[in-house]
């Protein structure tokens, strides 16, 4: 009897151990319809608590990226506190050159750097600035790969969650295509 009495009362605390319908949805892939993104524009979708920036970027966003590498930290996405996955170890840090997907999270405390994708000289940037993101809590700059640029409190690029294409207009974030 006490050990029926026992099992009646564990069973509803054991159940307390499953995440909750919230919790699952929280860390479940999230799928994006990228097909109303125009060049040189930005949605953000959350993906487990966390901004992830889509942007799709013009072709001059894209001949850009080259010349700025003796001015980044990590210009090859090298360092491992943030790994970067196979399928964004280019220059452009994307399946897809035309966009980048990241989490808009700054690598310094946190903070969420806003939108400096126009380029040329502006408050708090370099006279020669080619587009980007600015965390103005510490002035870390990124370009529009998410590479951190050198000499900034940022010790690394903006992360690159797993995702892939499940089309040429849907997106899925927070998962890596299977072999």
Same mark, same amino acid.
């Given at each position: 009897?006490?050990?029926? +009495? !026992?099992?009646?009362?564990?069973? /509803?605390?054991?159940?307390?151990? @499953?995440?909750? %319908?919230?919790?699952?949805?929280?860390?479940?892939?999230? %799928?994006?319809?990228?097909?109303?993104? @125009?060049?040189?524009? =930005?949605?953000?979708?959350?993906?487990?608590? =966390?901004?992830?920036?889509?942007?799709?970027?013009?072709? %001059? @966003?894209? !001949?850009?990226?080259?010349?700025?590498?003796?001015?980044?930290? &990590?210009?090859?996405?090298?360092?491992? !506190?943030? /790994? #970067?996955? !196979?399928?964004?170890?280019?220059?452009?840090?994307?399946?897809?050159?035309?966009?980048?997907?990241?989490?808009?999270?700054?690598?310094?405390? +946190?903070?969420? /750097?806003? &939108?400096?994708?126009?380029?040329?000289?502006?408050?708090?940037?370099?006279? &020669?600035?080619? +587009?980007? $993101? *600015?965390?103005?809590?510490? +002035?870390?700059? $990124?370009?529009?790969?998410?590479?951190?640029?050198?000499?900034?409190?940022?010790?690394?690029?903006?992360?690159?969650?797993?995702?892939?294409? *499940?089309?040429?207009? #849907?997106?899925?974030?927070?998962?890596?295509? @299977?072999?």
């Amino acid at each position: 009897m006490g050990g029926a +009495g !026992a099992a009646a009362v564990a069973v /509803p605390f054991v159940s307390t151990f @499953q995440p909750s %319908e919230r919790a699952r949805a929280a860390g479940a892939p999230v %799928e994006v319809d990228i097909s109303g993104i @125009q060049p040189g524009e =930005k949605i953000v979708v959350e993906w487990r608590g =966390k901004p992830v920036w889509i942007l799709r970027r013009t072709p %001059e @966003q894209l !001949a850009a990226l080259p010349t700025l590498d003796g001015e980044l930290a &990590d210009p090859n996405s090298d360092r491992t !506190a943030y /790994p #970067t996955p !196979a399928y964004a170890k280019n220059t452009h840090r994307s399946i897809k050159p035309e966009y980048l997907v990241t989490v808009g999270i700054c690598t310094h405390l +946190g903070c969420s /750097p806003g &939108d400096k994708l126009t380029p040329g000289p502006q408050p708090s940037l370099p006279n &020669d600035w080619k +587009g980007g $993101f *600015l965390c103005a809590c510490h +002035g870390s700059t $990124f370009d529009v790969a998410g590479r951190v640029f050198k000499n900034k409190p940022a010790p690394d690029n903006l992360e690159v969650p797993p995702h892939y294409y *499940l089309s040429d207009t #849907t997106l899925l974030v927070g998962e890596e295509k @299977q072999a």
